[in-house]
């Protein structure tokens, strides 16, 4: 077995592990909001662009890996989610150097990858039909299916909504951190 039958083996696992995480982030949220609680995190506010670089960089180099190294040719919505997913990396990386926020910046790709993620998941899985030429690759070609419903799309709306969740999360502990120093003032 060599790495790159670890990683086909892992990756699908890892995407499950991060799914499963978001759920409960979620339901955490949820409950905060129940039970009128702030959502705090000084881990998650102090970290949260370099957990976000993590995340796309993993997804960037899976499909590098998917492409380069298993030979999978990506078809066109795969190509306008990596135009999405890719430059990700690059904002968070900077600004995790640079210690900015990049929300911002980063919310518009995340909400036009996701969606193009969406779209595609739901043409490889519900026959709707998509405006993609006949390429090499058809956009409704499923590819590796793990535990019978994870696909390349579905990775990717996985990482698009994982930074999503943690810029988000790490953004609100800001604002509640800004306005009580303010307060103390």
């Not at 039958?5 to 978001?22: E, F, H, N, S």
């Not at 995190?41 to 796309?56: E, G, I, K, M, P």
């Amino acid at each position: 077995m060599g790495v790159a039958d670890i990683v086909v083996l892992l990756l699908p696992y890892l995407v499950l592990a991060t799914q499963i995480a978001l759920v409960l982030v979620f339901l955490f949220w949820l409950a905060t909001k129940i039970w009128k609680r702030p959502f705090r995190s000084a881990f998650l506010d102090r970290h949260r662009n370099l957990l976000s670089l993590v995340v796309a960089a993993t997804a960037t180099l899976g499909s590098i890996f998917f492409s380069k190294v298993l030979g999978y040719v990506p078809c066109e919505l795969c190509w306008y989610q990596r135009i999405c997913m890719y430059p990700l990396a690059a904002i968070l990386a900077v600004a995790t150097w640079k210690r900015k926020d990049a929300f911002a910046f980063i919310a518009p790709l995340l909400l036009i990858g996701a969606a193009f993620s969406v779209y595609h998941y739901n043409v490889q899985f519900f026959n709707v039909p998509t405006f993609c030429k006949a390429g090499e690759v058809s956009c409704a070609l499923k590819g590796n299916v793990a535990f019978g419903y994870i696909t390349t799309p579905l990775m990717a709306l996985t990482a698009f909504a994982a930074i999503f969740a943690l810029q988000a999360l790490g953004r609100g502990k800001r604002k509640v951190s800004e306005k009580s120093r303010r307060k103390r003032r």
